[in-house]
C-alpha cells in the first residue's frame, strides 16, 4: 500500500467525514497500522454509495492498455460494498484486430457529428467475435476466487443479455452504415431485477432489433441510454481520450451542463469521438441522471481514486447547478454586505465597510439564485504567488448544502489561474471546516510582510494555509 495516506476528508460529491472522526482515526492508525485508519476514513462513503446505481462504462483500450484484471477486482469491491453496477465494455480496438486477422479494410462513414464504423456483413462477425471474447474474459475474470487474491470469496454471478433494443443508424448523405445502430430501447426493469438479485449487469455495444438483426453499437450510447433508463447515480466512463483543459492549460476538474454545452461548441479541435461521448454524457444529464465522470482508462484504481478521494482524478459532469457561481460585479456590493454584515457584528468575519467592498469588488466570488445572492468569497494576492481567502461566507438558510465547498473549489481554481501557488486564510471560528478541507495549521510569521503588518492582534485569528 501507498505509504501517503490520500486526502479522504471529502470527496468530490460533497461527501464528508466528521472531523472527530478523521482527527482520531488517523491518530489511532499512526500508532497502528495506516489501513485501519484509511478504512475508517472511507466508511462514509460506503454509506454513502451503497445500494445506488452505477453505470461503469470502460474503452476496449483499457483491456488491452492494462488488463481487465485490477479493474474488476476493484468493480467486485464496490459491488461487494453495496452498490449496484452495470459494467458497459467497449470493443474498438479488439474489432479492429478481427479484422485485420480477416484481412479486411475497416470503412468509416462521416456524419455531422462523428465518423461512425460502416459495418457490413462481414465487419458484425468481427464485432460478434470481438464482443464474445471480451465478454468472456470479463466473466471469467469476475469468477476468480483463489486465496491470496483481493478476489477470495467473492462468488458474484455476472448476467448479460438482450437488454438492449436497437435500431439501423440507417442512411446518412448518401452511406449506408447497414449493421451500425443506435440504442433505441433499454428494458431497465430487467435490468433492476438483475440488479436487485445482487447481480453485476454485464453489457456489450451490441442490440437487437424486433426483427431479430444485431447491430453494432458504441459502448458509449449503450451506457448512457441504459443509465439514463435506470436514472443512475452515476456513470463512470474509463475512456482514451485525454482530459479537457482550460484557457490556462489546467484540466478542469468539474464542469455543469451549461459549461460543458458551451465547451463543446467553443472547441474546433475535439476529437469527434470525444465530442459525441461530451453530448451523449449531457443526454444522460438531462434525463435525470446525477453525475457522470470522466476518467483515464489507462490509469490503474481510476475509478477507486474518483470515488473515495477529495479531488478525484477525472472530470465531473454534474445535474446541479453550478452555473450560478460567477466573479462579482459593482451590482453585487449589497448582497455581498446583507451576507458578510451580520457575521461581521457576531465577530466571526473581520469587519469591513460598503466601500472597501466597492474598491475591492474584483476580487469577490459570489453564487447567485434567482438574482439572489447566498455566498461570496473574495481572493487577495500577495507577493511570491501566495493568496489569501476572506470574506467565505454562506447564507445561513442555505448553509450545508456544499456552497462553501464550491466557493472553495472556486477561488482555489482563481487562485491557480493566477498563478498563487499557496492560500491562507484568517479564521476564528471555522478551523475545523478548513482543517477538514486540506489547509493546515500555520502562524502569523508565515504570512506575507503585508499581511502580517495589518494582522489584527485583537481579534487573534488563526492562520491556515493550504498548498494550491
Ligand atoms: C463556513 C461556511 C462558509 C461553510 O458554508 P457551507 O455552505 O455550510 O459549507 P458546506 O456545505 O461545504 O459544508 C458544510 C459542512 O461544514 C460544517 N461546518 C459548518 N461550519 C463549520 C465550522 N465553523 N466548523 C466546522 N465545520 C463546520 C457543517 O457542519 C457541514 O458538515 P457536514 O457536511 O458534516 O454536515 C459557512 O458555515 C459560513 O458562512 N460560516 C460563517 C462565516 C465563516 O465562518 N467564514 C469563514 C471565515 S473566512
Known sequence: MNANPPKLDQNRDGLSLSTKQTMSSHQAASANFPFVAWLRDVAPYIHSFREKTFVIAFAGELAQEIGLENLIEDIAM???????????????????????LRKIKSKYGKTNMSA?????????ECVKEAAGELRLDIEAAFSRGLPNTPMAGSRISVI??????????????????????????????????????????????????????????????????????????KILFLTPYPPLEDDNLHPITEVSLEQLNNYVASQTNLAPGFRNLLNLAAQAIRAGVNRVHFLPANRDGALLE???????????????????????????????????MPLEEEGILAPRGQDVIER????????????VLFGCAALF??????????????????????DGERLLKHVEHRAKAEGITKLFVLTTRTEHWFLKRGFIRASVDDLPAERKEIYNWDRKSMVLIKNV
Open 381 to 402: 494576492p500577495f507577493p511570491n504567488n501566495i493568496g489569501e481567502l476572506a470574506c467565505l461566507a454562506v447564507d445561513s438558510e442555505v448553509q450545508g448544502s456544499g
Open 78 to 100: 464496490l459491488h461487494a460494498m453495496g452498490m449496484r453496477i452495470v459494467l458497459v465494455h467497449g470493443i474498438r480496438p479488439q474489432i479492429e484486430e478481427q479484422l485485420k
Open 306 to 340: 474518483e470515488l473515495f478521494t477529495h479531488d478525484g482524478i477525472g472530470m465531473m459532469l454534474a445535474s446541479s447547478n453550478i452555473e450560478n457561481l460567477r466573479e462579482a460585479t459593482q451590482d453585487d456590493v449589497s448582497g455581498i454586505l446583507q451576507l458578510t
Open 116 to 124: 461512425y464504423r460502416i459495418t457490413d456483413a462481414a465487419a458484425l
Open 160 to 233: 448479460s443479455g438482450n437488454f438492449i433494443t436497437a435500431m439501423p443508424f440507417g442512411v446518412v448523405d448518401g452511406t449506408d452504415f447497414i449493421h451500425t445502430g443506435l440504442v433505441r430501447k433499454v428494458d431497465a426493469e430487467s435490468i433492476n431485477l438483475s440488479l436487485d438479485s445482487n447481480k453485476i449487469v454485464l453489457l456489450s455495444p451490441l442490440g437487437f432489433s424486433p426483427t431479430g438483426q444485431a447491430f453494432n453499437l458504441s459502448y458509449e450510447d449503450v451506457a448512457a441510454a441504459t443509465a439514463a433508463a435506470l436514472k443512475a447515480d
Open 360 to 371: 475591492d469588488i474584483a476580487r469577490f466570488s459570489v453564487i447567485e439564485h434567482d438574482r
